[in-house]
């Protein structure tokens, strides 16, 4: 199974675009990449997936590099509420994400 | 609000005893998985019951069970529980078999075994 790997923190001011990596470099041709988060002490919230091409939904951005090694979540204007630990995944499952702070 | 929910939301127990956990799955779902978060890691695959029956498995021991009913809902049982048992156990639900599906979790159950 793919494994991805990501960042262990980042911050982003308020207001300013969040861009979060992931390398997926052994993910397979037909295996989709997913993104969820989880709030402190909640259950894990989708956001997007994507294949191949870039996708976009009142959420975020998903910008999937051409040989699918890699992709970046991108949320547009980052709030406090958008502090979290992101996860990018796939078949190999959830690795231990990045914690998002949003700083005001 | 997925409109997955999971009962009961905090269980304190002690080692040897059994538990079961409980998620009632998304309309419309009828799939549901099973993944257990200790802190400050990511959710752990458990296994995942589609139509009543187990479609696959992580790397947990035996004494982790399951069941779905004919409504979808499901239950996590463990035995004998452990000291490293402690943790948040999550449900999803989905509406086909697959971890390429799009999953809606639950809050979770915050297990402590003592």
């Known amino acids: 199974d793919a494994k991805t790997t990501q960042p262990t923190s980042m911050d982003c001011a308020e207001g300013r675009a969040a861009n979060l990596p992931c390398n997926h470099s052994?993910?397979?041709?037909?295996?989709?990449v997913y993104w969820y988060r989880q709030i402190h002490s909640q259950g894990p919230q989708y956001i997007i997936h994507?294949?191949?091409n870039n996708e976009t939904n009142e959420m975020a951005s998903l910008i999937i590099t051409e040989d699918r090694k890699s992709s970046t979540l991108i949320l547009p204007h980052a709030t406090l509420r958008d502090t979290a630990v992101y996860y990018c995944?796939?078949?190999?499952?959830f690795g231990t994400g990045t914690l998002l702070a949003v700083q005001p | 609000e997925t409109g997955v929910t999971q009962s009961p939301t905090h269980l304190i127990k002690t080692r040897g005893q059994q538990v079961t956990l409980r998620c009632s799955s998304q309309?419309?779902?009828?799939?549901v998985s099973w993944y257990q978060q200790a802190l400050g890691q990511g959710p752990q695959f458990i296994f995942q019951?589609?139509?009543?029956?187990?479609?696959g498995r992580g790397n947990f021991p035996p004494r982790f069970s399951g069941l779905q009913f004919p409504n979808y809902s499901s239950e996590l049982n463990v035995n004998a529980l452990e000291l490293d048992d402690s943790a948040l156990y999550l449900c999803?639900?989905?509406?086909?078999?697959?971890?390429?599906?799009?999953?809606?979790f639950g809050p979770g159950t915050r297990l402590l075994v003592l």
């Open positions: 999803a639900s989905s509406h086909s078999t697959g971890l390429q599906e799009t999953q809606y």
């Open positions: 052994t993910i397979s041709g037909n295996e989709y």
């Open positions: 994507g294949l191949k």
């Open positions: 995944i796939s078949p190999g499952g």
């Open positions: 309309s419309g779902h009828n799939t």
């Open positions: 019951y589609y139509r009543e029956e187990e479609n």
